[in-house]
Nanobody, 117 residues
Framework: QVQLVESGGGLEQPGGSLRLSCAAS????????MGWYRQAPGKQRELVAV???????NYADSVKGRFTISRDNAKNTVYLQMNSLKPEDTAVYYC???????????WGQGTQVTVSS
C-alpha cells in the first residue's frame, strides 16, 4: 500500500520559516507529480505547489516568492520550504502524489501548520 508521510509542521510566528517533508513509499516516486495542498478550517482544499517528474514547478499566487517546492528522487521525498509565513498560511498541509497516465492519486495524512504570534 502506498504511503505518504508528512512531517515538519508546527507553530511558527509570522515572518518565520518552516520546512515540510513528505516521504513516499511503495511507489515509483520519480514518475509521479508531487504536490502540496492545504485546507484551512471552513475552506476547501487548495493547491499550494506542485513539482513534475521532470522538476517543473507551479505555485499558487498566494505563496509565490515565499514557498519553494523541491524533490529528492533518491530519497523518495518532496519538500516545501515556507518562508515569510503569514497567519493566512495556517492550515493542514497535505502531500499528494499523482500519476496522470493511470489517474492515480495518493494523499498523506496531513500536517498542521499554525502561524500566530
Amino acid at each position: 500500500q502506498v504511503q505518504l508521510v508528512e512531517s515538519g509542521g508546527g507553530l511558527e510566528q509570522p515572518g518565520g520559516s518552516l520546512r515540510l517533508s513528505c516521504a513516499a513509499s511503495r511507489i515509483i516516486f520519480s514518475i509521479y507529480r508531487m504536490g502540496w495542498y492545504r485546507q484551512a478550517p471552513g475552506k476547501q482544499r487548495e493547491l499550494v505547489a506542485v513539482i513534475s517528474s521532470g522538476g517543473n514547478t507551479n505555485y499558487a499566487d498566494s505563496v509565490k516568492g515565499r514557498f519553494t517546492i523541491s524533490r529528492d528522487n533518491a530519497k523518495n521525498t518532496v519538500y516545501l520550504q515556507m518562508n515569510s509565513l503569514k497567519p493566512e498560511d495556517t492550515a493542514v498541509y497535505y502531500c499528494n502524489a499523482y500519476f496522470a497516465v493511470r489517474d492515480y492519486h495518493y494523499w498523506g495524512q496531513g500536517t498542521q501548520v499554525t502561524v500566530s504570534s
